[in-house]
Structures are given as C-alpha cells and as structure tokens.
C-alpha cells in the first residue's frame, strides 16, 4: 500500500555455515546468543545450522558448509552438584572429521574462552576446559598458548579481507590466548601477543584462529559488527571460488 516501507528480507540462502556446538554446555556461548553474527551471515546468503550439545560431530555434519566455526568446549561438571562427574572433550574422530573438512577446502572458525560467558560476553566462571580447543588445532599446525591476551582490543596488523576497514577488534579483558602457529598471517595482536591468525590447511582450507571466543560477539556485538560483515563475504566469496 501507499506510505508503507517496503518489507526487508534476508536473500536466498545457497550457503550453509555450521557452528559446532557438541562440547559446549553452555547455550550462551552458542549462535542463541550470537544474534549480530548470525544476522551478518544470513544478509549475506548463508543459511546457519548448529551440531548441538551432546551431538557427535561428524564428516555428515559438515557436508556441504562452506564455513565452519568450532566454539570453545564449556562444561559445567561438579561435582557438587550430585552427578556423575564428566569431562567434555572432542573425540579423535572428531577431530579427524574437523581436519579433513578444513583441509578439503574449508574455512574453519576455531576458539577458545578462559571464562564461562553469559551472553556471550560476561564472564561468570573460569572455563577448565580452555585447552580442550588444542586437540582440533594441533591437527592442523595452530593452539592457544597458555598467556592471557592482554586488555580489551586487538589491533589490525595485516591488509586482508578478513579486517578490511577495521583498526581493531573488541576483546572480553581477560578471556582470550595467544595464538601460536608456525604458519600464517597475523591479523591482529593484543600488545606483542597473536590474537587472531589465519593459518593454511591443505590445499586451500584455512583456519581462522580466534583468541578470544568473545570476539563473536553477544549482547553487546556493535564493536566487532564490521568484522562479521567480512566474515560473512570473505567465506562466501571462498565458497563460490
């Protein structure tokens, strides 16, 4: 009708991201609190699925994404609580399934959090299970050192794509590890320390390692909005290369 706006809606979505959130307990660190990262991706033609809690992952999972982001593994095991105690942990044939996709061609999101988050960003409970993310990493030359990522903002160090128009990335004080890899490019860095780093996988998979699991974003993603903007093009444009 006259006078009215004209209804906005997302694309066709020829594009499949997957989040893998098998060995992460904790919903708020998952795509249910990662709304501005879900919303670039789906703006941009990807459709968004999720491997959930408790979900082996497998080769099946990943057919036919085009990007993959591995969030950190969270627990909450106690054993106050009066349960049987459990550690979460990706399994070797998961992590075989995570490196064979990368190294097939893929863009694989990989991350860590010192902390527990609500929202995505509030940290509540030191996360023991920091580490776990190693086990994917390691298969493909990149882990999180052991040192705190220092304050709240990573600098832009490289002319890339990934950081196009952005001076730095917003971080969670205290949650993220530096990242080590023999292999790569350096994105950004937190004082002298690697932040984020892409790092090759095979013939054409990458690895795009995230210090800090709170650069996806949450409750208060405006900072980092941009970084998911080029996000969202760089793997599509990967994919449909």
Excluded at 74 to 85: F, L
Excluded at 131 to 140: E, I
Excluded at 200 to 223: F, H, K, N, Q
């Amino acid at each position: 009708p006259k006078g009215t706006a004209p209804l906005r809606t997302t694309p066709a979505k020829p594009h499949r991201a997957v989040f893998v959130a098998s060995h992460t307990e904790s919903p708020h660190m998952t795509p249910a609190h990662l709304s501005a990262l879900g919303q670039a991706l789906a703006w941009d033609g990807w459709s968004v699925d999720v491997v959930p809690y408790g979900t082996t992952v497998t080769a099946e999972a990943l057919a036919g994404a085009g990007l993959v982001v591995v969030l950190p593994v969270v627990d909450h095991a106690d054993e106050r609580g009066g349960a049987a105690p459990y550690d979460e942990a990706f399994s070797e044939a998961e992590v075989s399934a995570l490196a064979a996709w990368a190294r097939g061609g893929g863009l694989l999101g990989l991350t860590t959090s010192a902390a527990l988050l609500r929202y995505g960003t509030a940290q509540y409970a030191a996360n023991e299970d920091w580490s776990d993310a190693n086990a994917v990493g390691a298969a493909l030359g990149v882990t999180f050192a052991g040192s705190l990522l220092p304050g709240t903002s990573a600098q832009v160090v490289a002319s890339h794509p990934l950081v196009a128009g952005l001076g730095s990335l917003r971080l969670v004080g205290g949650n993220g590890f530096t990242v080590q890899a023999a292999s790569g490019t350096v994105l950004a860095r937190a004082g002298s320390q690697a932040a984020v780093v892409l790092v090759p996988a095979g013939g054409r998979g990458e690895v795009l390692a995230l210090g800090d699991a709170g650069i996806l974003g949450g409750r208060d993603a405006a900072p980092n909005l941009a970084f998911f903007r080029n996000l969202a093009r760089y793997a599509r444009t990967r994919t449909s290369g």
